[in-house]
């Protein structure tokens, strides 16, 4: 966020000034916007109120804004001495591709406001748990001889046949390099699933809680969600049947190793029981499996997807939770005629990822620093994860509940008391740390989403001191 230069020699009221003017004219603060209270910027920017006064009074003789009693500064229809620029804000909340939910935006503008939050709510590794070391190696000791054109829309081949042998090898998939379709992360897999295999007005079945009710992508593509309740044991093949009577579901969304949220691990009978109900009614899963191998102390079960002997599941995976979020490498195995369509969808949206990550990639996969570095990371989460449940135990024992996660980067808790997300949020940002409110995943209020893994080992205790005070103070207003 930017901030006025204090050794400049302009006033701070000026470089405000300025940086307003500047902004409204270049259209990032297009006609009719509400610019923030004069408190509420000067905290923002580290100034006295009375420096955002004198701006303000800047701005507002150059005819650029104007004030009204009770309703605040915005910006004038039509700017002094300028053309009119469009207005924005109609276009804006056009579209068909929704915004983020309210909770997630507000907590990525916490992020970006440049405040020293402790972050609880990412749920993606601190650098210090990615193979940065590995990467550098890899990069200095192996020349890079790839073209630098447009690359194949289903991805970098040699990538591809080396996932085939990793998840041969670590998941018990068997798969081509013909039957995988490269992408930018696990998130752009699921868009092209809702974009290009399923039509507006389609049901889908999704767990409940589920991290797929955190990404308003469903819904612009007009598709309608269905809950499924997660027992100690997973989904329940019953409610799959009755939702398909119901509703005629096109397919089911699961995540059956270390669910996101839960930290749920789908027992080996129900795995069965969902795959062959699947199959008899005809509709496809949807395996998201990013967790696996963060298990902690034994390997998690097998997916899915190892199980399949019919084509019915549509296996996604990504390096994101087991490497680095910045690679932006992700994956789905599915039938060659899936994706040969995703594959031309994906040449139309962007002409494939970039090389780079691609063959960083494929050398990282194929690399004997791999498994050690696995071994390091399980080592550090569990570590992380032990820590924050002692912390929680000792500050809040009384008040919330949970169960401890075998694998992934995140902790389920339960508040004990009845309690508004909303209330909750904005103390944990007063207080300065962050966290999901379990509403965010479709659940009912009283659930928190810790992560484990975004945050430095150091801030952990911190971070669930300031939880607590949030807590403290969101229960007295019921009191």
């Known amino acids: 966020m930017w901030k006025p230069d204090r050794d400049s020699k302009q006033p701070l009221y000026q470089q405000i000034a300025d940086y307003l003017e500047q902004r409204i004219t270049l259209g990032e603060l297009p006609p009719g916007s509400l610019l923030p209270s004069e408190r509420k910027l000067a905290e923002q920017l580290g100034v006295n109120r009375s420096t955002v006064v004198q701006a303000y009074e800047i701005i507002r003789a150059s005819g650029m804004v104007e004030s009204m009693a009770g309703s605040g500064t915005r910006v004038c229809g039509h700017k002094w001495g300028m053309d009119p620029a469009p207005d924005w804000s109609h276009y804006v909340e056009g579209g068909t591709f929704l915004p983020n939910l309210p909770f997630m935006r507000r907590i990525r503008e916490s992020v970006q406001s440049g405040e020293p939050f402790i972050n609880l709510a990412n749920g993606e590794l601190a650098p210090e748990l ?45 798969a081509t390099d013909e039957s995988i379709l490269i992408t930018s992360g696990s998130q752009q897999s699921l868009y092209l699933i809702t974009q290009c295999l399923l039509s507006p007005g389609d049901a889908i079945a999704i767990e409940n809680p ?150 960083i990639a494929a050398h990282l996969l194929e690399s004997s620093a791999l498994n050690p570095h696995l071994e390091r990371l399980r080592d550090s989460l ?77 801030e952990i205790e911190p971070g669930i001191d300031k939880f607590a005070q949030a807590l403290r103070d969101t229960l007295s207003i019921k009191k």
């Open 130 to 174: 990615s193979p940065n070391k590995e990467i550098r190696t890899l990069m200095m000791t192996r020349p890079f001889n790839e073209p630098l054109g447009y690359g194949d829309p289903q991805g970098y081949v040699p990538l591809r046949m080396t996932i085939t042998s990793f998840l041969h090898e670590q998941r018990g998939i068997p």
């Open 210 to 359: 589920s991290y797929c009710y955190s990404l308003p992508m469903f819904q612009s593509a007009g598709i309608r969600l269905f809950g499924l309740t997660i027992d100690e044991h997973g989904v329940n093949p019953d409610d799959i049947r009755a939702l398909y009577k119901q509703h005629r579901i096109r397919m089911v969304f699961l995540n059956p190793n270390y669910q996101n949220p839960t930290g749920m691990v789908m027992n080996p009978i129900r795995r069965a029981e969902v795959l062959n109900c699947c199959e008899q009614l005809g509709i496809p899963i949807v395996e998201d499996d990013p967790f696996s191998l963060t298990s902690f102390d034994e390997d998690a079960p097998p997916p899915l997807k190892a199980m399949d002997r019919n084509g019915s599941v549509l296996y996604i995976g990504s390096l994101s939770k087991v490497a680095a979020s910045g690679l932006r490498i992700g994956w789905m195995v599915a039938p060659q005629s899936v994706i040969r369509r995703l594959s031309d969808a994906r040449q139309q949206m962007d002409f494939g990822l970039s090389i780079f990550p691609q063959w």
């Open 382 to 458: 569990r570590l992380r994860r032990d820590l924050m449940a002692e912390v929680l135990y000792s500050k809040l024992g009384g008040e919330v509940s949970f169960q401890l996660p075998k694998g992934g980067l995140n902790l389920w808790c339960k508040i004990n008391e009845e309690i508004k997300d909303y209330r909750l949020l904005n103390n944990g940002i007063k207080n300065g740390v962050l966290f999901i409110p379990g509403s965010v995943f479709g659940t009912e209020p009283g659930f928190v989403r810790f992560s484990y893994a975004r945050s430095s080992i150091e």
